[in-house]
């Protein structure tokens, strides 16, 4: 069966402070790799995918990156945090297949103060 | 560009009755449409996908249905019980590619 892991599960920086969150994927192969954040009031919000190593695409300007270094690892990036980055960061997976069910991992919650 | 929907944000029943959610997408032409359950503080968990070709997708006490000519979806929960207190999101596959765009959610909470 497939897995999800994300860590950390919280994280408290200050504004200023550079970023590294990190998924991995057990138990699939060529996976679609996917970076959410859900901010209060906002809703969950695409904000990176990746259809193979190295291969990344953003969806929205912002003061983060993602990078794809293996297969199953993704990594979500900033060099300076800002404080609108606070939020809650899910990863997500899917089959390589277009329009397959998606499953996320548990989340980390990012706080910058 | 798709938008979805769900009315309400927040929903409270009886421990018993059937619930039912609501999501609507402005772009009918949706490839799949899922529906997950968030619980406080956690990720998403996939609760069905709805195909493109389907009109609906049951799993035990759910039933969720699909009418990609009016735009809507419902996730039907049959007797709720207090452990279906979660929120409840549904999300489309735009029409190219391998992206979802979410719904806001609707808050259950089950009354014991």
């Known amino acids: 069966s497939q897995t999800i892991h994300q860590w950390p599960a919280t994280l408290v920086q200050p504004v200023g402070s550079p970023l590294s969150l990190e998924c991995t994927v057990e138990g699939t192969s060529n996976p679609n790799l996917y970076w959410y954040r859900q901010a209060a009031g906002r809703g969950l919000q695409l904000l990176f995918y990746?259809?193979?190593?190295?291969?990344i695409s953003s969806e929205v300007p912002q003061n983060l990156s993602a990078s794809r270094p293996q297969d199953r690892q993704f990594i979500l990036s900033s060099k300076k945090l800002l404080l609108s980055d606070s939020g809650f960061y899910l990863c997500?997976?899917?089959?390589?297949?277009?329009?397959?069910?998606?499953?996320f991992g548990p989340g980390t919650r990012l706080t910058v103060l | 560009k798709q938008e979805v929907t769900q009315i309400p944000a927040a929903l409270s029943v009886p421990e018993g009755e059937n619930l039912v959610l609501n999501c609507s997408f402005t772009d009918s032409a949706i490839y799949n449409l899922q529906w997950f359950r968030q619980d406080p503080g956690k990720g998403l968990t996939s609760l069905l996908l709805i195909q493109s070709s389907q009109r609906e997708q049951t799993s035990g006490r759910l039933n969720a249905s699909l009418d990609k000519s009016s735009g809507r979806s419902t996730l039907y929960i049959a007797a709720s019980q207090p452990g279906d207190s979660a929120t409840y999101l549904c999300a489309a596959y735009k029409a190219a590619g391998n992206k979802l765009t979410f719904g806001g959610g609707t808050r259950v909470l089950v009354k014991p």
């Open positions: 990746s259809v193979g190593i190295g291969q």
């Open positions: 997500a997976w899917s089959k390589r297949e277009t329009y397959n069910e998606q499953f």
